[in-house]
């Protein structure tokens, strides 16, 4: 039965089961061993009913499950988490202008999130744990970026994969958006993740076709070399989770003879028609540009990562907090992490 509340007997009065259970049992704060001694005394217990053990401590029942007395309330947090960028592809003399790096991925749970899917849903704070944050590299010339998450205890693991690397000396890879492919040869760009980003361009191939794919970014594909132009790095996606608009993930663009892909919006660097690119910009996870063959220069490298969380400006401030910043903006606290750290609330 649930508890009947407080009231005030009389003198005389008769006490009658359903007076001593739902007034004095009900409402009691019942002891016992531990969990299992409980669930066997009270097999269907009533919202409110209050227990004692020295396996948990005070705890209610609430309905539906025994919760700690005096617990934090649960709070969720929004997140955003960007790999590094994927290297842009080295130019081999003669032989191969390089791709453009693919954007690193992009998970999101504010305004929008990178590829097909769909912004991500929150994830519920557990108080107690410490969470760890990793921030992926960017990748060097020719090489994926590294991956960037938010790991802890009962945590489903949010990972966001490194960009893939341009063509190059090693051939053009998948990630969290694309590597493109080589121009000249022709090379097929690699694909991106379905969650986080798109693929990487086609490099033309054929009599004085030199352009290289562009690498994909978190919002669209990179672009197809066109003839002497090499394809533009995929545009990478806009989260207001900061407080005000930035764009992150955009693809390296690729090489050419003569006019090279421009790098996508959201830190993608551009191609090269001589020398080496442009890398991507740091703490967006954009794509390094590819380089000219000519001298066989390395690929640009591709941006580092980043992970913001987000949580209502009511909430307490954490109890651990290392490497991530603090701001408060719009009724949110908001954590930045441009290197890897640790957050975690009591």
Known sequence: MAGAGYRTFQSGEVLTANNVQTYLMDQAVQVYAGTAERGSAVPTPSAGMVAYSTATGLQVFDGSAWTDVGAAPAFVADYLVVAGGGGGGNGQNAVENGGGGGAGGVRCTVTASGGTTGIENPFLVTTGVTYTVTVGAGGASNTNGVDSSIAGTGLATITSTGGGRGDGTNADAVGGSGGGGGGATGNTGSSGTSNQGYAGGNGVSGAGQTGAGGGGGASAVGGNG???????GGAGVSTSISSSSVQYGGGGGGAADTTAGAGGAGGGGAGSTSGVATAGTANLGGGGGGSHSAGSPAGAAGGS?????????SINDPSTLTVGTKTTSGGYKIYTFNASGTIGWS
């Not at 066109?226 to 533009?232: A, F, R």
């Not at 990562?305 to 400006?313: E, M, S």
Request: glycine fraction near 24%; aromatic fraction near 0%.
């Open 226 to 232: 066109v003839g002497n132009s090499g394809g533009v």
């Open 305 to 313: 990562g980043i992970v913001i969380l987000r949580t209502l400006d």
